[in-house]
């Protein structure tokens, strides 16, 4: 008997642990479903979006640079998953995410290491200081500033306080899909107009295709995959009607590769109480994209009902983050070497194209856009063998390939790996 209950204990005991760490295996996901839940929970205290029944677990998780739900038949969980390709052997060229290769300034990192030790602190006053600074340099009120964890969780919050209640949002195509691709999930249609036959946005087509249903126009400028801008000044005047009737997102996360940011942005349109929203990100020209930390300027209003569903403030930026930001902060040193350093290598590339018999779209920014003469599926694998990321699009029933812009050995890899195959 003795043995009999002992066995029977250790199975017990066996069962017990065995639901033990199961439950620690599920709580990650358990986590994610409180979360969206909350999210789902917060969005129906909105009057504007009181309809909204359910949102999607996945509308709410990380999506990262969207493209890749282009280039696969991932669902948009998996596309977070293979958003960092899977390399095999060694990743000798890091160009699929339009990173900046040059990293943090050293001020930057030398900060970081020295607020270490506060690092038990949330970061209120710190950031404090650095909208501050934002304000002051833009020229804006503080309720015209919201800061997050990266653009992306601002990009998630206008989608979920404009589209919650369906409608449509105009954009270019392609462009960056992030926002319309959250968007569609909560039961927005997404109205795409193709680019003009240069690539640039085609101002007149999306103002036609804006309807009594349409609740938001996105426009990436410069734009994400093809590099090119807008002309400033139909920009603004486009924004000028628009908004009037609907509110216009204006990505400018790639604005400070620019040789004059401040004569491009639409934050002056903004002062002048136009409904648009700006978007900036810490993640390209200060080299940030892995602290996390980004920020939109838009009206008071529209600031106030983006907080009800968006990440912000002391408990959603890190304290390195806000510190690096902080120190790097329209730092004209920093920004002209790491400006002077991509235009070295993308001349680089621009030179090996050619020199291979390809053409390419002229990029504004870290990142080219190239017709392939092979399946695109096919070239970016064989570049991954070969240990150079990047990744591929079908535009115009052409495939092409992006390419980010990295340090010199890392442009030198990938002209290596593509003479191979060219
Ligand atoms: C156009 C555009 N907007 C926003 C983002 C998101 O950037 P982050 O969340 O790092 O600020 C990206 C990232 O690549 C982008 O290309």
């Given at each position: 008997m003795p043995t009999n209950n002992k066995s029977i204990n250790r199975r017990d005991w066996l069962r017990a642990t065995a639901l033990f760490t199961g439950g620690l295996t599920i709580l990650p996901s358990m986590l994610q479903g409180l979360q969206a839940k909350a999210a789902g929970i917060a969005a129906l205290k909105d009057p504007a979006t009181s309809s909204l029944q359910d949102i999607p677990a996945d509308v709410i998780s990380p999506m990262g640079d969207s493209t890749v739900v282009r280039t696969t038949t991932a669902s948009s969980l998996q596309a977070d998953a293979l958003a960092e390709p899977r390399i095999?052997?060694?990743?000798?060229?890091?160009?699929?995410?339009?990173?900046?290769?040059?990293?943090?300034?050293s001020p930057a990192k030398k900060a970081m290491i020295e607020s270490m030790d506060s690092g038990y602190q949330y970061p209120f006053m710190l950031l404090r200081d650095l909208e501050a600074k934002i304000c002051a340099y833009e020229g804006?009120?503080?309720?015209?500033l919201m800061t997050s964890a990266g653009s992306s969780p601002l990009l998630l919050g206008t989608a979920l306080t404009l589209l919650g209640n369906g409608g449509n949002i105009v954009s270019a195509d392609p462009t960056y899909d992030d926002l319309p691709t959250r968007g569609e999930k909560i039961k927005a249609t997404w109205i795409k107009v193709p680019l003009k036959s240069d690539y640039t946005h085609d101002l007149d087509a999306m103002e036609k295709a804006i309807n009594a249903d349409t609740k938001l126009v996105y426009i990436c400028n410069p734009n994400n995959p093809t590099g090119t801008i807008v002309d400033t000044a139909a920009l603004k005047a486009f924004c000028e009607r628009v908004s009037k009737k609907v509110p216009v997102f204006v990505d400018e996360a790639y604005i400070d590769y620019l040789p004059d940011p401040a004569a491009t942005t639409l934050i002056d349109s903004v002062k002048k109480g136009q409904n648009i929203i700006i978007a900036r990100t810490f993640s390209k020209v200060y080299g940030l994209a892995g602290l996390r930390i980004g920020y939109v300027i838009a009206q008071p209003a529209m600031i106030e009902r983006l907080g009800n569903y968006s990440a912000t403030g002391g408990y959603a930026l890190s304290l390195p983050a806000i510190t690096a930001a902080l120190a790097s902060y329209n730092d004209k040193g920093y920004i002209d070497e790491v400006k002077k350093k991509m235009v070295a290598s993308k001349q680089f590339l621009y030179d090996t194209l050619k020199s291979e018999g390809y053409t390419y779209i002229p990029s504004y920014t870290n990142f080219v856009m190239f017709p392939l003469k092979m399946e695109g599926q096919r070239f970016v694998e064989e570049m991954n063998k070969r240990g150079v990321g990047l990744r591929n699009w079908k535009l115009n029933n052409q495939d092409w390939c992006r390419i980010s812009i990295g340090r010199m050995d890392e442009m030198q890899a990938f002209a290596a790996a593509f003479k191979e195959l060219s």
């Open positions: 095999p052997g060694v990743l000798k060229a890091r160009l699929f995410a339009n990173e900046n290769p040059f990293g943090p300034s804006i009120d503080a309720k015209m």
